[in-house]
């Protein structure tokens, strides 16, 4: 059964930090590509950090670059997203979610079968 339950979200001031974990069940397995995704009210949901299983390749949308960063720790089934320098756009409920690998995925929402529930992040101006 897979598993996933994000956290570390939170209210912080623009500009500031924040770390978001999620434990995810099917990292050890290697076989599970896995995405931080958020949604801010009125919009769809986007990916803003997708990790490869097979090679470790990260995607980050292009207003993250430079201020994000995802992480995948396999043996201790955790994901991490640091987050920094955050601004009042980066508003929302992040989620993470797990797909079983395949080359060339794309972060997409669409393509993530399985969800954890989602955590807030409120930055402030």
């Known amino acids: 059964e897979v598993q996933l339950q994000a956290s570390g979200g939170g209210l912080v001031e623009a500009g500031g930090s924040l770390k978001l974990s999620c434990a995810a069940s099917?990292?050890?397995?290697?076989?599970?590509?896995i995405g931080w995704f958020r949604q801010a009210p009125g919009k769809e949901r986007e990916g803003v950090s997708c990790?490869?299983?097979?090679?470790?390749?990260?995607f980050y949308r292009d207003s993250v670059k430079g201020r994000f960063t995802a992480s995948r720790d396999n043996l201790k089934d955790m994901v991490y997203l640091r987050m920094s320098s955050l601004k009042p756009d980066d508003t929302a409920i992040y989620y993470c979610?797990?797909?079983?690998?395949?080359?060339?995925?794309?972060?997409?929402?669409?393509?993530?079968?399985?969800w954890g529930q989602g955590t807030l992040v409120t930055v402030s101006s």
């Open positions: 979610a797990a797909v079983l690998a395949e080359y060339g995925r794309s972060c997409n929402a669409a393509e993530y079968a399985y």
């Open positions: 099917v990292l050890r397995s290697r076989d599970y590509d």
């Open positions: 990790i490869a299983a097979n090679n470790g390749d990260t």
